[in-house]
């Protein structure tokens, strides 16, 4: 069964985590993403999108202005915050009360948007890259998302035990920086630094990382893993998305970061049925 976390935000908020699914809509303001680059890169058409996932039942919307697909190219800090920091304060304006988290690896694009009304900081290299992250993470008491990405890591080791051990590390370095653990959420990084093989395993060894004490996070959507299965584009995996968001959640995962809100959270709230007894109550 799942595991129930309470993530303290910096806005008074608290971000629940339990057997109901979370749903993370996904809003890419850059023009080179792999599956939806440009479609939301100009302010107007992301809150838009925004306000979209939001009524189709988003509990988060992830906004970030760096792509991380293979072969993406770098964009400096201050073109990244060109791209999200608008589009955060025009949600913001417009009433938005539903928890933006900020997908970057840079702490000044993390500090400014925290500073502009984001409450998570989703972090891709989980705390290890640049030791400014956890720091900024503390100063604002943000919610943070950490998730598994070893460039260095050794591909004869088996994926779940270094994945764990990578965590333990990331762990120690936001206790070291003053973040509650409470504050933490784990993404095992699909994709990230990973084989075809790697990802299913992962995928199949949920449970091992929702034992680990923390909320985790789910990240499948559209990507190549399920591309290579089934041998379709990224706008042809939704059915394939919702089968990994399903096998993960009933294996305990809390957060699933999707680019379909509402077909994945339909899946999810039957799973949710399934494991808990149904509710007829809207929402």
Same mark, same amino acid.
């Given at each position: 069964? #799942?595991?129930?976390?309470?993530?303290?935000?910096?806005?008074?908020?608290?971000?629940?985590?339990?057997?109901?699914?979370?749903?993370?809509?996904?809003?890419?303001?850059?023009?080179?993403?792999?599956?939806?680059?440009?479609?939301?890169? $100009?302010?107007?058409?992301?809150?838009?999108?925004?306000?979209?996932?939001?009524?189709?039942?988003? @509990?988060?919307?992830?906004?970030?202005?760096?792509?991380?697909?293979?072969?993406?190219?770098?964009?400096?800090?201050?073109?990244?915050?060109?791209?999200?920091?608008?589009?955060?304060?025009?949600?913001?304006? !417009?009433?938005?009360?539903?928890?933006?988290?900020?997908?970057?690896?840079?702490?000044?694009?993390?500090?400014?948007?925290?500073?502009?009304?984001?409450?998570?900081?989703?972090?891709? #290299?989980?705390?290890?890259?640049?030791? @400014?992250?956890?720091?900024?993470?503390?100063?604002?008491?943000?919610?943070?998302? !950490?998730? #598994?990405?070893?460039?260095?890591? @050794?591909? =004869?080791?088996?994926?779940? =035990?270094?994945?764990?051990?990578?965590? /333990?590390? *990331?762990?120690?370095?936001?206790?070291?920086?003053?973040?509650? %653990?409470?504050?933490?959420?784990? @993404?095992?990084?699909?994709?990230?630094?990973?084989?075809?093989?790697?990802?299913?395993?992962?995928?199949? !060894? *949920?449970?091992?990382?929702?034992?680990?004490?923390?909320?985790?996070?789910?990240?499948?959507?559209?990507?190549?893993?399920?591309?290579?299965?089934?041998?379709?584009?990224?706008? /042809?995996?939704?059915?394939?998305?919702? !089968?990994?968001?399903?096998?993960?959640?009933?294996?305990?995962?809390?957060?699933?970061?999707?680019? =379909?809100?509402?077909?994945? %959270?339909?899946?999810?709230?039957?799973?949710?049925?399934? $494991?808990?007894?149904?509710?007829?109550?809207?929402?």
């Amino acid at each position: 069964m #799942h595991s129930t976390h309470a993530i303290p935000l910096p806005n008074g908020q608290t971000l629940r985590l339990g057997p109901m699914p979370t749903i993370m809509g996904i809003l890419n303001v850059t023009p080179d993403s792999f599956s939806d680059g440009g479609a939301h890169n $100009l302010i107007d058409a992301a809150v838009a999108h925004a306000l979209a996932m939001i009524a189709e039942g988003a @509990d988060i919307i992830d906004i970030g202005g760096e792509s991380t697909r293979p072969g993406s190219t770098p964009v400096s800090t201050q073109e990244e915050l060109d791209r999200v920091i608008p589009v955060i304060e025009a949600l913001i304006a !417009a009433g938005v009360t539903t928890p933006i988290s900020i997908d970057s690896h840079k702490p000044l694009v993390a500090d400014q948007a925290v500073q502009s009304g984001a409450v998570l900081i989703n972090d891709v #290299h989980g705390l290890q890259r640049d030791p @400014d992250m956890a720091a900024v993470a503390a100063l604002h008491r943000a919610g943070v998302i !950490a998730m #598994h990405w070893d460039v260095a890591r @050794d591909p =004869d080791k088996p994926i779940v =035990d270094d994945i764990i051990r990578y965590f /333990e590390r *990331t762990v120690a370095l936001a206790e070291a920086a003053g973040i509650s %653990r409470t504050s933490l959420v784990l @993404d095992p990084g699909f994709g990230f630094g990973k084989s075809l093989s790697d990802n299913y395993a992962v995928l199949n !060894a *949920t449970r091992r990382l929702t034992n680990c004490g923390f909320g985790v996070l789910i990240g499948t959507s559209r990507k190549s893993m399920i591309g290579k299965v089934l041998h379709n584009e990224p706008s /042809e995996r939704l059915a394939g998305t919702i !089968a990994a968001n399903v096998l993960a959640y009933a294996n305990g995962a809390h957060i699933f970061r999707v680019h =379909d809100v509402k077909p994945n %959270r339909d899946a999810l709230r039957i799973a949710q049925a399934t $494991l808990y007894g149904p509710s007829t109550e809207r929402g």
